[in-house]
């Protein structure tokens, strides 16, 4: 079972790159959304989606885009690279209203030289 | 807005002991509470899920309790194995805006052999 999949697991920007980190579920979720997790301050809501073509901008969203074009697929924008972007990039998802289990990637590991 | 503390950030216990990790959170109107399991450089491994009108659940050696009022659930592992060592992340999900999970900061967990 594939679940929630992050690509890549490691990535090295310079500043002012732009890059497209991939976030692919297969459980028909209707949720999925973009966490950051940083030393000593947990993990951090960037953007979300409740479904195909509807997306929200979370606790942390400056600096990044998201589009939700499919059901399957979320995939996160870096515009220009900042060092303070660099962190460790988690994708969840799960069902809709009902609030069930999110599940999570293995995480995209990011860091911008 | 909603804020999760765990307390304490790390522990150290010897193999077989039973423990317990705390979660505490200042907005009761939750959905649900989930229970995550980081090991390092890894993602998170979804543990258990206690809906917002249960006191507990359990999986195996672990159970997860609930007091909505108080603001406060703990997770009990029984028996602790060095298997157990890692970082355990409690998440809330609120009643509205249920797609948004709060985090705390999580407690590193080592258990000696």
């Known amino acids: 079972n594939a679940g929630v999949t992050q690509t890549p697991k490691f990535q090295v920007l310079k500043t002012g790159q732009s890059m497209t980190l991939q976030c692919a579920q297969d459980?028909?979720?209707?949720?999925m959304s973009w966490y950051r997790q940083d030393p000593g301050m947990g993990l951090r809501l960037i953007h979300y989606?409740?479904?195909?073509?509807?997306?929200d901008q979370g606790e942390v969203p400056n600096g990044y885009n998201v589009s939700r074009s499919t059901t399957e697929d979320f995939p996160l924008r870096l515009l220009s690279a900042a060092p303070s972007q660099t962190s460790v990039y988690f994708c969840?998802?799960?069902?809709?209203?009902?609030?069930?289990?999110?599940?999570f990637g293995q995480g995209t590991r990011l860091t911008v030289v | 807005k909603q804020e999760v503390t765990q307390i304490p950030a790390a522990l150290s216990v010897p193999e077989g002991e039973n423990l317990v990790l705390n979660c505490s959170f200042t907005?009761?109107?939750?959905?649900?509470l989930q229970w995550f399991r980081q090991d390092p450089g890894k993602g998170l491994t979804s543990l258990l899920l206690?809906?917002?009108?249960?006191r507990e659940q359990t999986s195996g050696r672990l159970n997860a309790s609930l007091d909505k009022s108080s603001g406060r659930s703990t997770l009990y592992i029984a028996a602790s194995q060095p298997g157990d060592s890692a970082t355990y992340l409690c998440?809330?999900?609120?009643?509205?805006?249920?797609?948004?999970?709060?985090f705390g900061t999580g407690t590193r967990l080592t258990i000696i052999p």
């Open positions: 969840a998802s799960s069902y809709g209203r009902v609030g069930t289990e999110a599940f």
């Open positions: 459980m028909n979720h209707e949720y």
């Open positions: 989606s409740v479904g195909a073509g509807i997306t």
């Open positions: 907005d009761s109107a939750i959905y649900n």
């Open positions: 206690i809906q917002s009108s249960q």
């Open positions: 998440a809330v999900r609120p009643n509205f805006g249920n797609e948004k999970l709060t």
